[in-house]
């Protein structure tokens, strides 16, 4: 077999194979119809290989002339379907262009049919063996060329142009790999072929026709990038499958997180009337999984409370395109309405008319409740509560705020809170607050001041505040906690006052059971002027007229007079009932004063007071009376305790110091009696509490409530010794404190 | 201190203004008046020959008044204390009473019930005196009889016959007759009568 005969056979049955696999392809893609006209050329192009074979083994003239007429078929074939591929795979190439390539073709089959032998020949005279390598020799024609063939050999040119056209038209679209691919290779392979036919048929060149060869290089060409884009499809068709997957990760992840998050995606065909929602909003919804659902099913969930209003906003939402929010609650078959927020967007069609609305619903329930209780715990806050924004509008406000400030809630909801404040601190408020702002922390507002809330009558309301800030969604609010005062500060007037009261009963009490020693202090006095006076009148009537004598009685009767009067004069002070004093008091002239006072009864019982007063003390504020009271209290129970002693031992000893440097000064009744009981040394200063016979034990109680009332301390220890001793201190206030330290300084110096 | 020649009132208080007026009012109602600041004052000068009577203040330091009026009866004094007090309580004006106290007065005291208070124990220390000096003369004159008449004054006296008291005596009624009318001549006295009262007043009695 010569390997013409090979090579050619090759030819055919590549184009053969490849219509095969294009066939296939086409059979699993039938809407791609370029495969199937891809695999009728190839099939075409085995025909014209085989028939090239035969002409190159045709022994006669006669033979080659049949042969020759019949390969025009699938030269047709070729070329129609090569156009029809064009104009399907490319998507370019003039469509007149190509009726005209085929009307051109179709038009040379026929006149080869009518012509004899055929279109390329008048007549064959003879053929010529040429010799060809390897010892092998084909066939040429020797003949008389036919004019009309000029018809086929036009049709070739407008197929070059048509290739021409759609390459160039598919490379300005922009699709250049396959212009430069399919539509070069077209053009380069039919330019050979096509050449090669007309020098051949023409008799320029003595060859056999070699069309086949270059024809699969055509098919080859077409089919490598048919092949391109089968791998690029396979490769979309396997990103395609990978972004699906992605997608439906995607929506898994979408909807696991709006599981978590208690949210039901949900959308509604507005047109059809149809609700899908994802199974959590179904659940959200008390909705069974697969009841149907639509606009009606919705309306009847909802509290008929919320109803109306959430119906609004969807309305709204479908009129104008604004997006839906709403907050409502929904009525579940069985248990407590579930508080859910929804949020929703509307798609609108070209026409303007809402197409669907898509959305998610939340189960806020938790929140409402926190919110429901923040409100009921501030509404039941025994004090007035008012929330401030940092602007200082009023957000929120209680029953009781309502009842200390005379307001309505509603009037004070977004007023500013110097509405509040009385004007006089008005001007300073807002920079309080802003600096408040700046260093928020839960404190008592004002401390060291006295606050005032002005009411909506005008009146003022002594008031004490307490301020939280709380960092909310909205920003920093501030809770203000106001407590109304004016009862507590009545209270304390009242409280004073019967702390004043008691004193006094208290007085009044030792009073009369120092009656005796009183008595004694006035007596004298009087007594000295009666006697005097009464001297003075038996010298006159015995017609004495030593007037230095009488001069001298005068004048004791007027000094004795003075005595009684100052005698008389501290009995008032002492039972004087009223306001506590707030003088200033030299604490060692209520020593004094207290001595003279209980002179008599100190005698009476035998008692030696020594007394140590330190000089210089400084002067402490407060009520001489009373601050006489709790020594006269101290010293009377000093001596009741050394009334069993030896008259020998009954010494009482005062002291007055100076403490904390100068900042306090420290008074104390030392006796030398049996001492207070350990367990009772706190016990002594209750009222009602008595060691002795007579008393209704309310001395000490009384003494450390005045003590107390000056800021001081009151207290009782056991001497190393025997006896007790009784403190007291008094704090000396600072400005007087500093006249001290300045006045000690010049001392010093 | 020698005894002043009429009674002296004594005025003891710690309360100079009131010691002073009392002893100016005591001086112009015609008093000789001796006043002391404290007890120990007055103790340090007293003198139990001095007749009058004393002015006590009962409330004083150291030494109050209830206790000089114990330390005087200590001493066998019998001055007349009234007792002069600015405030007195119940207890204590009994107390003093009890001891022999004339009076407790309370100042302010009205000029003529201190001063009526003051003569009255002056008129009680004058009483006083006076009987002490009655008995001791009856005393002097007991002392002149001789044992025998002293044994026939105490017969007497019992109210026995001078022959009951011969007989007693182992005597005749002669020489009782002479002792009898020896006794009357030395005890200065006439009558029977007269003799009982003078030995009862010193406390004689008879057998």
């Known amino acids: 077999m010569s390997w013409i005969i090979i090579l050619w056979s090759m030819n055919a049955a590549a184009c053969l194979t490849l219509a095969g696999i294009y066939l296939l392809v086409w059979c699993r893609q039938r809407t791609d119809w370029a495969y199937f006209v891809l695999s009728c050329s190839a099939v075409a192009g085995a025909a014209l290989t085989a028939f090239e074979l035969a002409l190159l083994e045709a022994q006669s003239a006669e033979d080659y002339a049949v042969i020759l007429r019949w390969a025009q078929l699938p030269v047709w074939a070729v070329v129609v379907s090569v156009v029809i591929f064009v104009r399907l795979y490319l998507r370019a190439g003039r469509l007149w262009l190509a009726w005209s390539v085929c009307g051109m073709r179709t038009l040379a089959l026929i006149l080869n049919f009518v012509f004899t032998p055929n279109l390329s020949y008048r007549q064959i005279t003879r053929l010529k063996q040429v010799p060809w390598w390897g010892g092998q020799s084909v066939s040429v024609p020797v003949g008389v060329t036919n004019p009309w063939i000029l018809v086929a050999q036009l049709s070739l040119v407008l197929l070059i142009i048509f290739f021409v056209d759609a390459t160039v038209t598919a490379w300005r679209r922009g699709d250049r790999q396959r212009a430069l691919v399919v539509g070069g290779a077209l053009i380069f392979f039919s330019a050979i072929a096509i050449g090669q036919v007309v020098l051949v048929v023409w008799g320029i060149i003595q060859v056999p026709f070699l069309a086949c060869f270059s024809y699969l290089g055509l098919i080859a060409a077409m089919g490598y990038e048919l092949s391109i884009d089968m791998l690029h499809r396979a490769k979309l068709a396997r990103e395609l499958a990978a972004s699906e997957a992605d997608l439906q990760e995607t929506r898994e992840r979408m909807e696991l997180a709006a599981n978590a998050a208690d949210l039901g995606m949900w959308m509604w065909d507005v047109a059809r009337d149809d609700i899908w929602i994802t199974d959590k909003g179904r659940m959200l919804f008390g909705w069974g999984a697969s009841e149907k659902l639509d606009l009606d099913r919705f309306k009847n969930v909802l509290h008929p409370e919320d109803r109306e209003r959430v119906l609004e906003a969807i309305e709204n939402t479908l009129r104008t395109g604004a997006e839906y929010a709403a907050e409502y609650r929904v009525m579940l078959p069985e248990g407590q309405p579930r508080w859910v927020a929804g949020w929703g967007q509307v798609e609108f069609d070209r026409d303007g008319h809402p197409v669907r609305m898509r959305g998610a619903a939340l189960d806020i329930t938790k929140r409402k409740q926190a919110e429901e209780q923040f409100r009921l715990v501030v509404e039941a806050a025994p004090s007035a509560m008012i929330m401030v924004n940092t602007d200082g509008c009023i957000t929120l406000v209680n029953t009781q705020a309502e009842a200390v400030f005379g307001y309505d809630r509603q009037e004070l909801i977004g007023r500013c809170i110097e509405t509040l404040v009385p004007e006089r601190f008005r001007c300073h408020h807002a920079e309080y607050r802003n600096g408040y702002l700046g260093n928020a922390r839960a404190r008592p507002m004002g401390a060291e001041r006295e606050l005032f809330g002005l009411r909506k009558d005008g009146t003022e309301v002594p008031i004490e505040i307490g301020l939280n800030p709380i960092q909310t969604a909205e920003g920093l609010l501030v809770l203000a906690s106001i407590t109304d005062i004016s009862e507590r500060k009545q209270a304390e007037l009242e409280a004073a ?253 | 201190m020698t005894a002043p020649p009429g009674p002296t009132v004594f005025v003891v208080d710690d309360y100079a203004p009131g010691r002073r007026s009392i002893s100016r009012l005591l001086r112009a109602a015609g008093f000789v008046v001796a006043a002391f600041a404290s007890a120990q004052d007055f103790l340090v000068q007293y003198d139990p020959a001095a007749c009058g009577c004393l002015l006590l203040d009962l409330a004083m330091p150291d030494v109050s008044g209830l206790e000089l009026q114990t330390i005087l009866a200590d001493k066998g004094s019998f001055l007349p204390i009234i007792f002069l007090t600015a405030h007195g309580d119940v207890s204590t004006s009994v107390r003093a009473m009890k001891h022999g106290a004339v009076d407790f007065l309370t100042k302010p005291v009205n000029d003529e019930d201190l001063l009526t208070a003051v003569r009255v124990a002056i008129e009680k220390d004058r009483a006083l005196r006076r009987e002490q000096a009655e008995l001791f003369e009856i005393r002097e004159r007991l002392a002149t009889l001789t044992p025998r008449e002293r044994e026939v004054l105490e017969y007497v006296v019992a109210g026995k016959l001078n022959k009951q008291i011969a007989s007693d005596l182992g005597t005749v009624e002669q020489t009782v007759k002479v002792h009898r009318a020896h006794v009357m001549q030395k005890m200065k006295v006439h009558s029977l009568a007269e003799l009982v009262r003078l030995t009862q007043r010193c406390g004689m009695s008879g057998r």
Not at chain 1, 677 to 698: H, R, S, V
């Open chain 1, 497 to 749: 006052r019967q702390r004043s009261e008691l004193a006094h009963l208290s007085r009044v009490t030792t009073l009369g059971e120092l009656s005796g020693s009183l008595a004694h202090e006035l007596n004298l006095p009087l007594g000295a002027i009666l006697s005097n006076a009464q001297a003075a009148q038996r010298m006159l009537a015995n017609g004495e007229t030593d007037l230095a004598e009488l001069r001298e009685i005068l004048n004791e009767i007027v000094s004795e007079d003075k005595h009684a009067g100052e005698v008389i004069r501290r009995l008032r002070l002492w039972l004087q009932k009223g306001e506590v004093q707030q003088h200033s008091v030299h604490i060692n002239k209520v020593v004094r004063d207290v001595l003279k006072l209980i002179r008599t009864d100190l005698i009476s019982q035998n008692v030696i007071v020594n007394i140590q007063l330190a000089r210089n003390l400084p002067v402490i504020t407060g009520d001489a009376v009373q601050l006489q009271q709790v020594l006269v209290n101290l010293v009377v129970n000093a001596s009741d305790a050394m009334a069993d002693c030896d008259i020998a031992e009954r010494r009482l000893l005062i002291c007055t110091k100076a403490k904390d440097c100068g900042a306090a000064v420290i008074v104390s009744v030392t006796d030398m009696g049996g001492g207070v009981p350990e367990e009772k040394k706190e016990q002594i200063f209750e009222p009602f509490f008595t060691t002795k016979d007579k008393g209704m034990g309310l001395g000490l109680s009384v003494c450390r409530r005045i003590i107390d009332a000056h800021h001081g301390k009151l207290w009782a220890i056991n001497n190393a010794d025997r006896g007790a001793t009784f403190h007291f201190t008094l704090p000396v206030n600072l400005s007087q404190k500093d006249g001290l330290i300045a006045r000690s300084q010049i001392v010093d110096e």
